[in-house]
């Protein structure tokens, strides 16, 4: 079993090294398609042998002397369903895109690259120890770095690049200490004897390590307060967005909290913090949604707040309702993402005012990207529904007092998860409508492109012609039944999640199903008002003076840099007086005394050997003196 | 007779030779006042062979050695003294400044 | 030690004592001279008068064999070879090295600082040690030859070696000098 998962691991891998090395020669789809498509196979083999099993394996590395670092993998129910969702988005990703990129210069690399994510996405599912997950995470950053600068010539796409890079290895390093200090106070790097290390009630290490390990998640799945960097991100190509940056990478960050929940579960106040910061996402991320101009940019903070239920739904206790909503979230939003890719490439524009009408022109994307939006608003009987309604239902057991984890997390994340469940259908119809209905809109002539657009996506055929290649469209297909249908596991549960930890109920509820589809129809029912009484207006105006604000993402960046950039250039700029008028001083002293001196002792260089010799001699007369004196 | 006597001729002598190496300008002169210091160390070589009853007489061997030396010393210098005289037409060392920071005016 | 300086004060100097410090006082007035008089050519016959007067307290010392060695070699053979490179050099009769004051202050410190050490020093370790000159024989040729060719042969054959390379080479700089005149004249 564990062989079947190092392999899966181990193929994307190597096909991202073919490519590499020979993408000019061969057809990168050739290498990247075939891997791809026997990694999924091989992680069904395993999600379908697992059952409630844990299996181990690990291999030490080098002695280190103190903390052995293993190379071991741990395969859980968890981490079998996590690494499906993984090849099965990579390899339809890798099938759009060898369409979508058809024409692309760079597109064996981006083949590897997306090869060499999938692995290293494996990775960080099935390891059992920190250390090789870190470098799995890092090395997933790395990739997301260069797929998101694909478009380099652009600045938009350079300085996106730079920010995820940067803002996530922010969350990073707290990430780093936080693993080592989860590990000095197990004694050991693996996931098992860290989970078995910890003590009944939490431990002063457990609540350190966990908190610091939030700053990463907070990182990487783009939560309050590291969440700008995800919707510049819309820069890289779609098909990576889709993948990397809905799907699978940003849901690494809950993931990782899933994965070491024991630890998480034991530490009250982490539990606070995480709902806080969820409860700040989903409201903040939903209204920034709503206002957004821009297809991709909509779709981004969306994920940003569904990523937030799932890292909600982990504060209340409710890890296997977090698993669910990821699993699913990873198949509509993908969706959702390549979806918006056809979209764009048949209006030729990803502004939604240069949208509209596209029912017709893009039928199959229209009825599959219609299930989408129902399950990202969490229409029944779609799978986000039932996803979202077991996060509810989760908080609701907790805000009712039952379970360890604290009432107050519980309340906070019901409320804010009800408050978004409205926005959520807002928005999600706003897009709909918007996109899908109303008259046929041209880009206004001479509209600007959004500068964060990848070039590709804009201005290339597709206008009034076909819907789109058939690699294009099928994995819209494919992905349309579990978005359809992944909701109804519910019932019977995730049987292989193995979750006999906190509330592991996914069944609906009435009380929270009720008021979920009130705010359901409350939300989309105001944003449908506004467009029936006046279809060429943007039924973002509902927001009122929030919008303009909302459109900005808060202003948080403005908030960063007033914060950390402006001193920072302060501090610099002292630094640099400082070593320019005081250190430079000392430095150009020593210079100019060791100058004179020498000067000095160079008039005695004057070519006349009797005054070395006298020099040379009165010296050894001191000498002499000096011993005869002494002695 | 005391010990004392010969060794002071020895000192004078060698610092007479000093001076000698030190002050004066013309190369062969240098060259005998670095006789005169070799042969204050003569003289102090052969006063304690005395005073120490040597029975190898290894003052007196070591006298006749710096004898032979400062003998050859004397040839091979005056060879050199003589071929820089050649050269340059001069045998006075403060004239020879090859070893000088080169300055416009300097040889 | 004591004994020996209560049996000899310095206030009742041996004849032998007497005669040293006179001809040390010719030796060290000469060398003085050396080292001080314009005039080149009279410092080597200075020279000479320096090194014949070392000579004679060389025997004074009782030290027969290197006094004539000193006589033979140095007034014999060094001086007439400086008198030569005196002539090579164009050193007129009647020439004067020019005045170089600037070189004698600095000199003279030196050379007075390192005098008035070692006279200091030694005076302060050797002011009682007496030197005895009874037996007369340990300076003879048969003795120094004896201890030259038994006891120290093998240092004495490396200076042969030593004198023979200095003799090619003395040779070989003024060949090289004759034939470097001989490729400038072609």
Known sequence: ????????????????????????????????????????????????????????????????????????????????????LVTVVALLVQV?????????????????????????????????????????????????????????????????????????????????????????????????????????GGAGWVTAGTLLLLGGVAGKSAQVPLQTWLPDAMAGPTPVSAL????????AGAYLVARLYPAFLAAHPTLIVLAVMAAATMIGSALAALAQEDLKRVLAWSTVGQLAYMTGGLAVGGRDAAVFHLLAHGAFKALLFLGAGVLIHVAGTGALAGMGGLRRRAPIAFWTMTAGLAALAGVPPFSGFFSKEAVLGAAEHTAGGHGSVPAVAGWLVLVAGLLTAALTAAYATRVWLRVFFGPTREAAPGAEVPAHADAADYGEPGRGGGEAPAAMVWPLVVLAVPTVLFGFLAFPGLPSLGGELGYDELTPHPAT????????????????????????????????????????????????????????RLAAKAARFTDGAVIDTYVKGAARSAWLLGGGIRRGQNGNTRLYLTGLFAGVVVLALAVAVGS | ?????????????????????????????????????????????????????????????????????????????????????????????PDLRELAEHKEGSV | MNLAAAEHGFLSPTGAEIAFVLIGLVVLGSALLVVTTRQVVHAALWLVVTLGGLAAEYLLLTAEFIAWVQVLIYV????????????????????SEPADRAARIPAATVALGATATLVTVIVDAFRTAYLHLGDDTVGTTKVTGESLFKVWVLPFEVLSVLLLAALIGAVVLSRSRARARSDRKD
């Open chain 1, 1 to 84: 079993m564990t062989v079947a998962a190092a392999t899966a691991c181990a193929l994307p891998a190597l096909a991202a090294l073919f490519g590499l090395l020979f993408g000019r020669r061969v057809r990168p789809v050739l290498i990247a398609v075939p891997a791809g498509l026997a990694a999924t196979v091989l992680t069904i083999v395993v999600a379908a042998g697992i059952g409630d099993d844990v299996r181990e394996s690990a291999v030490r590395l080098t002695p280190t002397g103190a903390l052995d670092i293993t190379l071991g993998l741990r395969v859980d129910g968890l981490a079998a369903l996590s690494a499906v």
């Open chain 1, 96 to 200: 759009y895109s060898a369409a979508y990129l058809r024409e692309d210069p760079r597109y064996s690399s981006y083949a590897a690259l997306v090869s060499l994510f999938t692995a290293a996405m494996l990775l960080v599912v099935y390891t059992g120890d920190l250390i090789v997950l870190l470098v799995g995470w890092e090395v997933m950053g790395v990739c997301s770095y260069f797929l998101i600068g694909h478009h380099w010539e652009t600045e938009a796409a350079r300085s996106a690049s730079i920010k995820a890079f940067v803002v996530t290895k922010l969350g990073d390093v707290p990430f780093l200490i936080g693993i080592l200090v989860l590990a000095a106070g197990a004694d050991s790097f693996r996931i098992r004897d860290v989970l078995a290390a910890v003590p009944e």
């Open chain 1, 244 to 251: 990397i940056h809905a799907a699978t990478m940003v849901a």
């Open chain 1, 513 to 568: 199903t009720v008021s979920a589809l009130i705010a359901l129809a409350l939300g989309a029912g105001t944003v449908v008002a506004a467009w029936r009484r006046d279809p060429a207006a943007d039924p973002a105006r509902v927001l009122g003076p929030v919008r303009g604000p909302a459109l900005r993402g808060f202003d948080v960046d403005g908030l960063y840099a007033a914060l950390v950039v402006t001193p920072v």
């Open chain 2, 1 to 93: 007779m005391h010990l004392v006597y010969p060794l002071v001729l020895a000192v004078l002598l060698f610092g007479i030779g000093l001076y000698g190496v030190l002050a004066r300008r013309n190369a062969i002169l240098v060259l005998m006042s670095i006789e005169l210091m070799l042969n204050a160390v003569n003289v102090n070589l052969v006063a304690f062979d005395m005073y120490l009853r040597d029975t190898l007489h290894a003052g007196q061997a070591l006298t006749l050695f710096v004898i032979t030396i400062a003998a050859a010393e004397i040839g091979l210098g005056l060879a050199i003294v003589l071929m820089v005289f050649r050269n340059r037409a001069t045998a006075d060392i």
């Open chain 3, 76 to 95: 014999g053979a060094v001086v007439v070879l400086l008198l030569f490179g005196l002539m090579l050099t164009k050193a007129p009769i009647g020439y």
